[in-house]
């Protein structure tokens, strides 16, 4: 499975974007999908993760409330749509995959991933 990560920019604080995670390669209906983020100077990070079927979703608390998850298996793309920005959320934002049919696996460590897209820049001003 190859990951294409898209969507990142600059946006004022308070501001919105929507992230895309494209897949091709194999098919993306039997994988669970998550992203992650990292900033300068600190570890990557996960974010939010969503079922092979969109079925159930988990976020980081850092997330809950601002941030949602979503995915388009006919179009083999996974979303992630980001509400209220602030500063400390800009970072590289990348997404990931692993094989999973599970509804209640939600792992956080980035090793249990797979396949990684490129990364996409969030720049978020004040």
């Known amino acids: 499975v190859q990951l294409q990560a898209s969507g990142g920019g600059l946006v004022q604080a308070g501001g ?4 895309s995670c494209a897949a091709s390669g194999r098919t993306f209906n039997s994988y669970l999908v998550a992203w992650f983020r990292q900033a300068p100077g600190k570890e990557r ?5 969503i079922t092979w079927n969109g079925g159930n979703t988990n ?3 850092s997330a809950k409330g601002r941030f949602t998850i ?5 179009k083999n793309t996974v979303y992630l749509q980001m509400n209220s920005l ?5 970072a590289v934002y990348y997404c990931a995959a692993v094989s999973s049919v599970s ?3 939600f792992p956080r ?5 797979t396949y990684w897209g490129q990364g996409t820049l969030v720049t978020v001003s004040s």
């Open 16 to 19: 919105s974007l929507r992230l």
């Open 45 to 49: 990070e996960f974010v939010a993760a």
């Open 59 to 61: 976020s980081a608390d």
């Open 70 to 74: 979503s995915r388009d298996n006919a």
């Open 86 to 90: 602030k500063p400390e959320d800009m």
């Open 103 to 105: 509804n209640n696996w």
């Open 109 to 113: 460590e980035n090793t249990y991933y």
